[in-house]
């Protein structure tokens, strides 16, 4: 379960981590399913993780963690302005019109430059100060949605017998501040991470002007991937 990274925005199915890791794992009758939804936050991703889990019954559920837009996504409730709309999840108030804006993001990457460059230093400049400046104060507050919806699937995993595993996702310019407290609830509450910000991750495996993975970020994940499956197997 995850966002956009787990998604594989901008890359071709084949070629992202969870069609990398079940070449591996295959060999050992371990299936990957990429629950991933671009655009979710950690509330909405244990919704539709533990919905998707009441059809198919997993023995794991891995959680891949952006400490960043996903917490804040979570205290803002900004997935409340989303409808789907021509196939694709839409922020209601866009300005472009539908069929406009789907083709710029499906098919550009001038959208990626667009976005990139102008909407996210727009909002860096305006509720992204505003919003970093209340989680340096209240880091705790801010948080609490999120701690919220991992108790929630903590518990469904515990009920149903499923192994449950959190990824940290390292964004493409260092550790946020969710770093430090976000490990430090994994660890109280007794659940398995894999922290991917200390294994050498640089700007190479990220897209220019973009903050997803490339294709060279994820090859490079599996081969820490593969033994947290393996981990949580036994």
């Known amino acids: 379960m995850g966002d956009s990274f787990t998604f594989g925005l901008g890359i071709r199915e084949e070629s992202t981590f969870a069609s990398l890791i ?23 991703e ?8 009441q059809k198919i019954s997993p023995q794991i559920i891995i959680l ?17 302005n989303v409808e789907v709309k021509y196939g694709y999840r839409l922020h209601n108030g866009r300005s472009l ?15 990626m430059f667009i976005r990139g460059n102008v909407i996210n230093k727009w909002f860096k400049n305006s509720r992204g100060i505003e919003f970093e400046k209340l989680a340096e104060n209240e880091t705790e507050k801010v948080m609490q949605p999120t701690f919220e919806a991992l108790k929630t699937l903590k518990k469904y995993c515990m009920d149903k017998g499923i192994r449950l595993g959190i990824v940290l996702i390292p964004p493409s310019q260092g550790r946020t501040i969710f770093d430090v407290p976000f490990k430090y609830y994994l660890e ?42 393996r981990y949580l197997s036994n």
């Open 97 to 111: 019109p539908g069929p406009v804006f789907d083709f710029l993001r499906t098919h550009s990457y001038l959208w």
């Open 64 to 80: 891949f963690a952006f400490l960043f837009n996903d917490i804040k996504d979570d205290y803002h409730q900004g997935y409340k």
């Open 46 to 53: 244990v919704k539709w993780g533990i919905l998707l889990a």
């Open 188 to 229: 109280v509450e007794r659940i398995s991470f894999l922290d991917l910000g200390n294994k050498g991750f640089t700007e190479h495996d990220y897209f220019q002007g973009d903050g997803h993975w490339n294709e060279n970020g994820h090859r490079k994940a599996p081969k820490y991937l593969v033994p947290f499956v």
């Open 22 to 44: 079940q070449e591996s794992l295959n060999p050992v009758g371990t299936g990957v399913i990429n629950g991933g939804q671009a655009g979710y936050s950690i509330a909405q």
